[in-house]
């Protein structure tokens, strides 16, 4: 019988709530299957269910789409698994309102070429790029990395503690001088 506490496939930790394996991105025993096609994208969005139901098929069979996380100033994010690596994924997808502008097509692929210069603990992975064939929108595989939000780990109103500060700006100014010596800028 199988423990539904820990991953089938790595024993690592499960909570209830979890459907897959934060570490290797097995389905957990009690995850319940779903239709590719399935998971919610809001009614307000047309375009972006367009774009999410063709991602999920140019990226099929090596990258499954699970969900949206959220969209940006240029991209749509959502949530994705390799099936074939046993791990979570993220995939940036530019907005579908930004697909037929070339300038902002060269702008976002030149932010996945950026990172993927930089080797360092503090930068994600990019793993993939590519453009979907029927709406042109360039997209990009990359690193999954768990944790709270921002807005999760920070809430408004209340105090940081000081070390925990400390050493997130150091990270960031650890990456943020990789970067520059790779001669790049990072601009948000």
Do not use: N, W
Request: with cysteine; charged share 20%.
């Amino acid at each position: 019988m199988t423990d539904p506490t820990a991953c089938p496939r790595c024993r690592s930790p499960l909570d209830p709530s979890d459907t897959f394996c934060r570490k290797c991105g097995t389905p957990s025993p009690d995850a319940p299957t779903v239709a590719s096609d399935s998971f919610p994208v809001p009614a307000s969005s047309g375009s972006v269910a367009g774009v999410a139901a063709e991602l999920r098929e140019a990226l099929a069979p090596g990258i499954q789409v699970l969900r949206e996380l959220g969209q940006g100033g240029m991209g749509i994010v959502f949530l994705g698994r390799d099936p074939a690596l046993h791990r979570l994924v993220v995939i940036k997808v530019l907005l579908p309102e930004l697909a037929r502008d070339a300038t902002a097509r060269a702008r976002f692929a030149r932010e996945a070429e950026s990172a993927a210069a930089v080797s360092h603990p503090s930068v994600v992975s990019i793993y993939q790029v590519g453009a979907l064939p029927t709406s042109g929108a360039t997209y990009f595989v990359m690193q999954f990395v768990d944790g709270p939000t921002v807005q999760q780990a920070f809430p408004e109103g209340a105090a940081a503690p000081l070390p925990r500060v400390r050493r997130l700006l150091g990270e960031v100014a650890s990456a943020l001088a990789a970067a520059h010596a790779r001669g790049l800028i990072h601009r948000d």
